[in-house]
């Protein structure tokens, strides 16, 4: 054992290959045989299933994996966030949302460098000791989007258009996204390729958005479960072959690495067909918990932010998603609140189990979890939703539009979309001086941030959440 922790010792270089929305199934069982280079990785390895955050979406996902705090912690619980307890301040959570550091801030505190290139919750770009290319939330070339400033130069110069995400991945354009996604990823590919061959690193990680963006775009043509699903139909293999396209770029990258480079691949969360979603504003209008001044106009579906809302009758409105949030209007936090705080937590229990309630088209039991921040997280900071609920084991989503007419659909509000987020992503841990320890289980994504700090020999804050997988 101690000459096994000496030659590991020795590894002080880390390379992440992040594989957004990547499924533990597909890799490690159904694709396996055509992924040789993740499987060898593997096999020689540490690997398994990596249970997501609450909620697992993208952002606060790759933030929690990265400070190991959770996303009470970070104050983040989705893309867009109550930013105060006004009815109608949403802001959208990028890089300035996270105010505590990440590993490549501790690697850059030990005087090393890092390359970032695609990290969710980048942008803007903040000052790092190496180089960055901000996330999928850059508006495009014209932004600042690097750091140091005067890369950007450098990336445009190779890569004149250089993508940041897809435009419009929730399209019925199947053909155009799909001619949009493999160049998205050529480029990003040939991004990555320059920066790690040309520059100094201690830490280099790169996050591909095109595997989340498959998935949502092309699960119906794949999975045979899927409502939708036929078979034979043209794109039956567009997500397969996208796989085995990361596997060829992971052996690629490997091709470039010197035996002191640890490597891990890595996924935020998982996948799952998406059957429908739960019409969350029209059954809280439908069972008295919304007050709406005027009902929505026949045929015409209304946001809920602009519904008109009688908030001096309304005791809960939700936002929607691939997972529900749920707020209650408190009287004393909310400007309108009229649920007395001290009938909280009765109200929300009420709620909740109201909620868990919501059957399926049939009648059918859903199997739906309402979580309480409180309940999930080590700290509850910001403005959290009273309830954050996953309809259907998230075969459903939820859906924040009314004027449905029924508490369910089969048409997503915001386009075209085939999949949702499932718990659990995967991760692959290699190390070319040590022999890993195989499958392991029960690992949650905060356990990466001090994995990664130990292979780079620096020492683990105490505040993280997270434990060393290895």
Same mark, same amino acid.
């Given at each position: ?76 619980? &989705?893309? %867009? ?80 258009? +250089? ?9 019925? *354009? ?35 958005? &095109? ?15 899927? %409502?939708? +699903? ?46 429908? /979603? ?9 069972? &008295? ?43 004393? *936090? ?9 009938? +909280? ?6 709620? @909740? ?43 459903? *989503? @939820? ?22 987020? @499932? ?42 959440? /997270?434990?060393?997988?290895?």
């Amino acid at each position: 054992m101690t000459a096994l922790f000496s030659r590991r010792k020795k590894t002080r270089r880390v390379l992440v290959l992040g594989l957004d929305c990547a499924s533990p199934d597909l890799i490690f069982n159904r694709f396996k045989d055509d992924l040789p280079t993740l499987t060898r990785l593997a096999q020689n390895g540490t690997w398994g299933e990596l249970a997501s955050c609450i909620p697992c979406i993208t952002i606060p996902a790759w933030s929690s994996m990265m400070s190991s705090r959770d996303p009470g912690v970070l104050g983040v619980y &989705g893309f %867009r966030n109550r930013a105060d307890h006004s009815y109608s301040n949403m802001v959208t959570a990028n890089g300035s949302a996270i105010k505590v550091k990440r590993v490549w801030d501790h690697v850059g505190d030990a005087g090393r460098q890092s390359v970032l290139i695609g990290v969710p919750q980048t942008y803007p770009p903040r000052p790092v000791n190496g180089h960055l290319v901000t996330d999928f939330l850059t508006p495009g070339t014209e932004s600042a989007f690097t750091y140091p400033a005067i890369f950007k130069q450098e990336v445009l110069e190779l890569l004149p258009n +250089y993508p940041f995400d897809v435009k419009g991945f929730r399209t019925d *354009r199947k053909t155009a996204l799909h001619r949009q996604l493999l160049d998205m990823t050529e480029q990003q590919m040939r991004l990555v390729r320059h920066a790690l061959t040309s520059k100094p690193w201690d830490f280099f990680m790169y996050v591909n958005i &095109g595997v989340d963006r498959m998935h949502h775009g092309f699960w119906r043509f794949h999975d045979p479960q899927h %409502r939708l +699903y036929e078979a034979g139909n043209s794109f039956e293999n567009a997500i397969r072959d996208y796989y085995k396209l990361m596997d060829n770029f992971t052996a690629e990258l490997l091709s470039k690495l010197d035996d002191d480079v640890s490597v891990l691949v890595v996924s935020d969360h998982g996948v799952t067909r998406m059957d429908g /979603g739960i019409c969350v504003n029209e059954w809280l209008w439908r069972n &008295g918990w919304l007050a709406l001044k005027s009902p929505p106009p026949d045929g015409a579906l209304v946001k809920i932010e602009d519904a008109e809302i009688d908030w001096s009758r309304t005791r809960a409105w939700s936002s929607g998603g691939y997972y529900g949030r749920v707020f209650l209007n408190v009287a004393g *936090r909310e400007p309108q609140g009229i649920v007395p705080a001290e009938a +909280y937590e009765q109200t929300r229990d009420e709620l @909740a189990a109201a909620l868990a309630a919501i059957p399926g088209p049939e009648g059918e039991r859903l199997n739906t979890t309402a979580f309480k921040p409180e309940t999930i997280y080590q700290e509850v900071r910001g403005v959290a939703p009273d309830l954050l609920v996953y309809f259907g084991d998230l075969h459903w *989503r @939820a859906v924040g539009t009314l004027g449905h007419g029924r508490h369910y659909t089969f048409e997503n509000d915001t386009g075209p979309d085939d999949a949702n987020h @499932a718990v659990n992503g995967m991760f692959i841990l290699h190390d070319p001086q040590a022999r890993g320890l195989g499958q392991v289980s029960g690992r949650q994504l905060m356990d990466i941030a001090p994995t990664l700090l130990e292979r780079l020999g620096l020492p683990i804050p105490a505040e993280m959440q /997270g434990r060393v997988i290895g």
